[in-house]
């Protein structure tokens, strides 16, 4: 079981990531869209320590705190979004393909519910194999309203595969509230009707969401099947960089959960020792980002080579 300080460190880690973006993106050196997941920083913490390094693990647009989390190297993470040559995919995936298979990373995905399928096919292949990998895929409460998405709970729910879903249930799809878009907001009891064993934690706390993990992936290595998992939690900052979060939510609402930012809430936790791990995080992310910035953009003549269309 990680310590209060480990999880502080990949929080921290990842927030400190998102202001350089931010700072990049804001000043046009970093283009496209921008999701973060400013709020959401304890699910990602939580729940990659509770996997091991071959497991699977597909993520959504606001997947790169995943990513780094798994142990994927910060480097190579940085220059490959900002399209680096030297980046984790020669600069070809950006921030939306961070794929690496070594670390069972099978990709960041801008499509809603794209990596519910992938982490359902590796769960089948690790079955079928015979492995004990398990399979976890990440997404918002949304992605529920895709409809392969059910067919992926019907097929892991038949097959007992050893899959994790996580559902990161911040309340909004885009900047549609939760009751706009779902007929039943009870989103366990929607899963629970697939046959899925369901369980529902504080997504704001990094403690719970490893403890609720770490027994879902248990299940899993043991062949008794998937495991749904809502984690509540909230993000205090737009969808995307041009959603400045305010005209669909109130300052109350925002000012509520700003309170219980998983961050704040550790650093009262942890005390004196938080400003000292905060420092050097965001020193070792400005370092790899400045060296990040000066490294070569890829080769048009790259462009067709490792490229399947
Ligand atoms: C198939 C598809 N449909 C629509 C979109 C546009 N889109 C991007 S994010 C998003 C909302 C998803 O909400 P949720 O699953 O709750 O995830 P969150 O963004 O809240 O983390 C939508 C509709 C998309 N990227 N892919
Ligand atoms: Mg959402």
Known sequence: ????EDFYRQMVRLRAVENELTKLSQTGQLRGSLHLCQGQEAVPAGACAALRKDDYLTCTYRGHGYVLAKGLDLDLVLREILGKASGLCKGKGGKMH???PEFGLLGTNGIVGGGVGTAVG???ASWIDGKDQVALTVFGDG???QGHVSECFNMAALYKLPV???CENNLYAEMTPLERSHGNTDLCARVAGFGIKTDKCDGNDPFLVYDAVHKAVERARKGEGPTFI???TYRTIGHYQADPGTQYRTPEEIAQWKEKSPISKLEKVIGNAAEAIREEEENRVS???QSALKQPDPSP???LTEVFA
């Open 143 to 145: 992605t529920l309203n």
């Open 164 to 166: 994790i879903f996580l």
């Open 98 to 100: 961070l794929f690496d």
């Open 122 to 124: 590796a769960a089948l």
């Open 1 to 4: 079981m990680p310590q209060a």
């Open 301 to 303: 003549t790259h462009a």
């Open 287 to 289: 370092e790899a980002m």
């Open 230 to 232: 809502e984690a509540m």
